[in-house]
């Protein structure tokens, strides 16, 4: 494995490890689940501004939703099956399914769609173990899941809203451009041609009215409906599928969702299944090798490791720290015994972007000596630091 492979800096970083004991999954360090819930709450923040209400559903399911749904027919191998006398059960392998019941509690009027749930979804699939590659894949993962209820004249609206959310989060995680692929009926396809060849046109057009160019691929839609797929490219020219809108005319009324329209009448709603970055392991990882380790400072796991000089300023760096901390950055305080250097050599290759330095001087005028991985920041009053630190990273 090379100095950039995801596994290499998460061990080096002390990340995340894997072990048998738990083939597939990932055993999240407080550095690495610090990168964690930063992208969780990015992702969070950006839905809550669109509408998303989240919502958690659970683990385990009985197979019953699973046979409804035709995912224990369509997708069966790939799930964990746990028998219980005369009940099986499943770990879910997604979480739309669980959606579609939290939908169908109460009655829902024309008026009140389009209806739009998120949730960071644990699923659990079982990956043959050849096919498994650090936190790229994984039998235990969380998805970044929504789902959208809606009439079907609300499909254009719906589609290019996530669309434009989706380029403006790659944009700012560093992904300025991405490739789209619409992916059509499967062989194991659920529901008649008819119903496959609106949901594809629909699909087609309203991806053309986004302003998007896409590939087509046959016959790689899921089993429930067509797809666009959304293809990044990392810096070493490597390509990721990660986000995924799916048209869905199948599972809703598969499991009795339905809504009142106008007229009084029940119609079932189309679902828009969608996740812009896939699995959020996977993802990591994704960045991880992309940026070589040097995650932006909004992801960083410690934004900051303040430094003494030497040991006779400690109790000045602990209050350097204690200000920055309670100004909302990630800070480590690093007083070791070792040199000044080493120290600053050992943050670079964990990757923290700012190293804050106090010494006599320092001590003596209430300042803070900054520098970034590039250059000096420069030396700044104890109470502007926080903000300084900020805008050097806005600038980088």
């Not at 989240?54 to 369509?74: C, F, M, N, Y």
């Not at 944009?171 to 992916?183: I, Y």
């Not at 993802?283 to 070589?292: A, K, Q, R």
């Not at 900051?304 to 950055?329: F, W």
Request: glycine share 8%; hydrophobic share 40%; aromatic share 8%.
């Amino acid at each position: 494995m090379d100095d950039l492979d995801h596994r290499v800096l998460g061990q080096r970083q002390d990340l995340f490890h894997l072990q048998e004991e738990a083939r597939g999954s990932v055993f999240w360090h407080p550095r690495g689940f610090a990168i964690y819930r930063a992208l969780e709450d990015f992702v969070r923040e950006r839905m809550r501004r669109l509408g998303f209400r989240e919502i958690r559903t659970p683990q385990l399911v009985d197979a019953s939703l699973w046979e409804r749904s035709g995912h224990l027919e369509k997708f069966r191998e790939a799930m964990f099956l746990i028998e219980d006398g005369d009940r099986l059960f499943a770990l879910k392998p997604m979480s739309c399914p669980c959606h579609v019941q939290v939908f169908n509690q109460g009655i829902v009027s024309w008026r009140q769609l389009p209806v739009r749930y998120a949730e960071f979804g644990a699923c659990h699939r079982n990956e043959a173990s050849g096919a498994l590659h650090g936190i790229m894949r994984t039998a235990a993962f969380v998805q970044d899941d929504a789902h959208v209820f809606c009439r079907e004249d609300q499909i254009e609206e719906e589609v290019g809203r996530f669309v434009r959310l989706l380029s403006d989060m790659y944009a700012d995680l560093g992904f300025p451009s991405f490739e789209v692929a619409l992916s059509t009926r499967p062989s194991n396809k659920a529901g008649d041609d008819a119903l496959w060849d609106r949901a594809e046109a629909l699909l087609a057009a309203t991806a053309r009215a986004c302003g998007l160019e896409f590939a087509v691929k046959p016959g790689e839609g899921a089993f429930y409906g067509p797809k666009l797929e959304f293809v990044l490219t990392d810096r070493m020219g490597r390509k990721w599928q990660c986000g995924t809108v799916q048209l869905d005319f199948v599972l809703p009324g598969r499991l009795g969702a339905g809504y009142v329209a106008p007229d009084g009448s029940r119609r079932v709603p189309v679902m828009i299944h969608h996740a812009v970055l896939g699995s959020m392991e996977r993802f990591i990882g994704i960045l991880l090798e992309h940026y070589g380790g040097r995650l932006p400072f909004d992801l960083t796991p410690d934004q900051v490791a303040v430094m003494p000089v030497s040991r006779q300023h400690a109790a000045y760096a602990a209050t350097v720290h204690k200000v920055l901390s309670d100004a909302g950055l990630r800070c480590v305080l690093d007083d070791a015994s070792s040199t000044l250097q080493r120290r600053i050599v050992g943050a670079r290759a964990m990757g923290i972007p700012v190293v804050a330095v106090v010494g006599s001087r320092e001590e003596a005028t209430g300042n803070v000596s900054l520098r970034d991985m590039h250059s000096e920041i420069g030396s700044v009053s104890l109470d502007g630091a926080a903000a300084a630190i900020r805008e050097a990273a806005r600038r980088r």
